[in-house]
T-cell receptor, first 115, second 114 residues
């Protein structure tokens, strides 16, 4: 597709379960970002990949959160032992890396609800 | 560290009226500044950005913003709004020469009424 694709669009799970959220960036984009948006808040940075490596993971809230991008394209955000406070919309964005700072293209997000 | 304050959580206006959405930031280093827009059921998209040079920047859909370093502000303006401008608007900053990550404000919901 032409844009950033995120699956699933909605995920409902129970407290304590494991969840994976997938992001398919725009073809050719080398940089990929994960953000989390809680109700009434702006997007909050989680992690940034340049190619296959995590260039900045300072936003991951704790060790239950992990993200991978093994081939430099698709990325998966993994959340272990989910908690009710993890409920949010998880946003993925990608960029070409040379359009200048902040030129991010966002997906529509994956809404996670932890019961 | 950087922070962004969007002073109005909701702004209702009538169609064809002018609008200003306010954004103030805090940073100990120079920053780049951005406005993103999120239309209903769509992903965020870049409206405009300030990197350097002229402090007045123009974006898509007739929006513009002015960077004011002394007041640490980057307010967004449009002289005449349309119903289709109804959306949530987010101001964001990133440090110059630093990480690629953006720090966003909480957003301003603009509602344009007929």
């Amino acid at each position: 597709g032409a844009g950033v694709s995120q699956t699933p669009s909605n995920k409902v799970t129970e407290k304590g379960k494991y969840v994976e959220l997938r992001c398919d960036p725009i073809s050719g984009h080398t940089a990929l970002y994960w953000y989390r948006q809680s109700l009434g808040q702006g997007p909050e940075f989680l992690i940034y990949f340049q190619g296959t490596g995590a260039a900045d993971d300072s936003g991951l809230p704790n060790d239950r959160f992990f993200a991978v991008r093994p081939e430099g394209s698709v990325s998966t955000l993994k959340i272990q032992r989910t908690e009710r406070g993890d409920s949010a919309v998880y946003l993925c964005a990608s960029s070409r890396g040379w359009d200048g700072p902040g030129e991010l293209f966002f997906g529509e997000g994956s809404r996670l609800t932890v019961l | 560290a950087q922070s962004v304050t969007q002073l109005d959580s909701q702004v209702p206006v009538f169609e064809e009226a002018p609008v200003e959405l306010r954004c103030n930031y805090s940073s100990s280093v120079s920053v780049y500044l951005f406005w993103y827009v999120q239309y209903p059921n769509q992903g965020l998209q870049l409206l405009l950005k300030y990197l350097s040079g002229s402090t007045l920047v123009k974006g898509i859909n007739g929006f513009e913003a002015e960077f004011n370093k002394s007041q640490t502000s980057f307010h967004l303006r449009k002289p005449s709004v349309h119903i289709s401008d109804t959306a949530e608007y987010f101001c964001a900053v990133s440090p110059q020469g630093g990480s690629e990550k953006l720090v966003f404000g909480k957003g301003t919901k603009l509602t344009v009424n007929p």
